[in-house]
């Protein structure tokens, strides 16, 4: 009953047919492309890999957001500043795991309890932020 609710509430043509096309035309685009082998995977050991990724990932992510803003008429969502710190963050973060060229060294030097509690703190300083 609650998704039945949602859907009635929630459906607008445009909206979902500009999502449907928007992540279709992402991922034909990867697809088409081989992005990961053909692009990312060309900056193995550097740094700017994580920025790639950044980019991949804020792409799909951010694009999406805008179209909810659009179709919503919530543009002061990008106003957040919690919005944008927890958005920021968790894409710096995945970006930071699948690019970063050292990560599984550097994992592997610590205890999965450390680990834990640096990714709690950067959590709470990006919630501060």
């Known amino acids: 009953m609650l998704l039945k609710n949602h859907w009635v509430s929630d459906f607008s043509v445009g909206y979902y047919l500009s999502l449907l096309v928007f ?25 700017t890999r994580m920025l790639w990724y950044f980019l991949f990932y804020g792409l799909a992510y951010y694009g999406t957001c805008l179209l909810i803003a659009y179709f919503k008429n919530k543009f002061e969502l ?5 919005f944008m710190a927890l958005s920021l963050f968790g894409l710096i973060i995945l970006s930071i795991e699948s690019g970063f060229p050292l990560v599984n060294f550097i994992t592997s030097s610590f205890s ?12 709470i300083i990006a919630l501060v932020l």
């Open 23 to 47: 992540l279709a035309v992402c991922l034909l685009l990867n697809y088409h492309f081989n992005f990961q082998n053909n692009v990312l995977d060309q900056y193995t050991d550097q740094p």
């Open 112 to 123: 999965p309890l450390s680990c834990f509690r640096l990714c709690i703190a950067l959590f």
């Open 78 to 82: 990008f106003q957040h500043h919690n």
